[in-house]
């Protein structure tokens, strides 16, 4: 079926952003900076995702 795996894709990248935008709302109250800096590379790998997936063409 065409365009089904580039619809995962997507749907992935909505989860993606969503979960970015959940973890730039922990960093804000995190307190440690053990624990901003894990949050941090974290938002850094998923960011890094999604700029990967960016370029998918079905």
């Known amino acids: 079926m065409p365009g089904k ?3 995962y894709v997507d749907q992935s990248m909505s ?14 109250s995190a ?6 800096n894990k ?7 998923l960011n890094a995702a999604q ?3 960016s370029g998918y063409q079905d």
């Not at 989860?15 to 804000?28: G, I, K, M």
């Open 5 to 7: 795996a580039k619809q």
């Open 15 to 28: 989860s993606v952003q969503t979960t970015v935008n959940s973890l730039q709302q922990a960093l804000s």
């Open 31 to 36: 307190e440690k900076p053990d624990n901003k």
């Open 39 to 45: 949050i941090q590379q974290a938002i850094d790998s």
């Open 51 to 53: 700029q990967q997936l």
